[in-house]
Each structure stands twice: as C-alpha cells, then as structure tokens.
C-alpha cells in the first residue's frame, strides 16, 4: 500500500506523522499550544500513533514510536524555514482526525499537506524573492511562490487573482482554477479538454486530465481511473498512486487503508 506520508514529505513534515501512541482522542483544538518544534512532533506524533493506526499497522511499542516519530521529525524541519507555533494547532487537530480511522482519502491528505505544509513552515524569502517552491517564500507574509506557466522557477508574491480572459501579464498573477496564463496572449485562457492538443509548457489540460504523447501529437486524455497501475500521484484520476514500501511502482486509487506493507507503517516501528 502507498507511503500515507508522501504528501508531507512534499511539505516537509512527513517524519513528523510517525508518532506517539494514543490511547485515547486528546480532543485537540487550533487554539492549543505547541510553542517550539519539539512539542509539535510530539504532538503530531501523538495524531497519527492512534490506537486504530498502531492496530492496522502491526505496531507494538507506542513508546518507540513517539522517539522514532519525534526524533525524525526534528530532522526533517523544511530547510531555512521558521517554525510557526500559531497554526500547529489546527494541523495537529486535523491530523488526529484523519487518523482516527485507518483507511485515509486523498482529500484528506492533500487538506493535510494544506495545513500542515507552509502554514506551519514559513519560508524566508520577501517579496519579488527568487523561489521554485513555496517553501522559499514567508508564509508569514502572505507570499507565495509564482511562477510563470512554462518556467522552473518565479518570485515570491501575494498573488493577484485574474478571472478567465483578463490579462495576467503582471509577475504576480494567477489565473482562476481552470485557466492558464497563455505565454503569447499573457491572458488567462481555459486549459484544453480531452482530445485536444497540449504541451506541458504551453497550453496545460484540464482537471482530471494529462498530456499524453509528445510534440505536434500530444494531446489531452483522462487520467486513469481506480486500479491502473500507476508512477505519481499526478497518473490517477483518485489523485492517489498507492504503493507498497520501497517500490516504484503501485495502483491507483481515491483512498488507502493501512496495512503493515505500507511504508508509512514501516516508519512508525522503532529502530
């Protein structure tokens, strides 16, 4: 089964999920204090070491867990980034939500990588900064990392919303869901549909789709449904590419449940 903490290793909390036992709801809220980085893994540890998880994942030591989980996550803090003690509480509240059950949504892990990414880990970077994630820029400030349709790297800016068909030639402009910032127009245009011509630098697919083929005859086809063997997470439909520790390779899917096998179960045993 997949790593269930991939989509934190994208925020650069994953180690922090590998957690404290919890025999029983702590009841967090987002009000609740977590003022330094320690506190925090223990606290999201704590989240994700529920009773149901260490059950599913053949887990026995609830307190080689917590140092597994708190050691880990002390040393995959976001490099360069600053630690926000004034929204780990609605992270930790919403990772114990999550994980009171063992079979885990892609919503649920992509709201996870939402609150508990940059909203918890500010990025140094001001204003027109250079950036390629939204990890270089401060959170702190509302900026985020805006970069051009085409391009590896922009600056870091609060972005200015343009709705479909108004021009996005200013550096902070993002287009709404749905649309692109056309390189020759520099006005937001509706990605293509399925069946159309797309290139990965200039003209994206719609939701759900991906540019398949190459050149001239690239075109849009529907990402493939529940089941199909899959690479990355962008392959499926389910927004989930489930794989089994240390494999490249898995199956689609809109939800996981926890077995042993899982990667993520692996790293929540004690070394």
């Known amino acids: 089964m997949r790593a269930l903490i991939i989509v934190l290793i994208a925020a650069g909390v994953a180690a922090c999920a590998r957690g404290a036992p919890a025999d ?10 977590y003022p330094d980085l320690q506190s925090f893994c223990e606290g999201y540890a704590q989240a994700e070491c529920s009773k149901a998880v260490m059950s599913a994942c053949g887990v026995q030591s609830g307190s080689g867990c917590a140092s597994a989980g708190s050691a880990a996550c002390l040393a995959t803090q976001p490099q360069g980034t600053t630690y926000v003690s004034a929204n780990a509480g609605a992270c930790v509240m919403l990772a114990e939500q999550t994980y009171a ?41 509302g900026l985020v990392c805006v970069i051009p349709f085409g391009a590896t790297a922009g600056k870091c800016y609060v972005p200015t919303m343009v709705p479909a068909g108004g021009a996005c030639a200013d550096d902070s402009s993002v287009c709404a869901d749905g649309f692109y910032c056309d390189p020759t127009s520099k006005a937001c245009q509706v990605d293509a549909s399925i069946g159309l011509g797309c290139n990965p630098g200039y003209r994206p697919c719609g939701d759900g789709l991906t540019c398949v083929g190459s050149g001239p005859f690239a075109m849009c086809a529907a990402k493939y449904t529940d089941g199909h063997p899959c690479t990355l997470d962008t392959d499926c439909a389910g927004g989930l590419c489930d794989k089994a520790s240390m494999q490249a390779q898995g199956t689609c899917a809109s939800q996981i449940t926890l077995t042993p096998l899982d990667a993520a179960c692996t790293q929540l045993r004690a070394q």
């Not at 029983?24 to 009000?31: L, P, S, Y």
């Not at 892990?109 to 990890?135: E, I, M, N, W």
């Open 101 to 141: 059950s063992t079979t885990i949504t892609a919503a649920q892990l992509q709201a996870l990588a939402k609150t508990c990414g940059t909203q918890v880990f500010s990025g140094p970077g001001q204003a027109r900064a250079q950036c390629q994630t939204d990890y270089d820029c401060s959170s702190q400030a």
């Open 24 to 33: 029983e709801t702590t009841g967090t809220d987002a009000g609740a204090s």
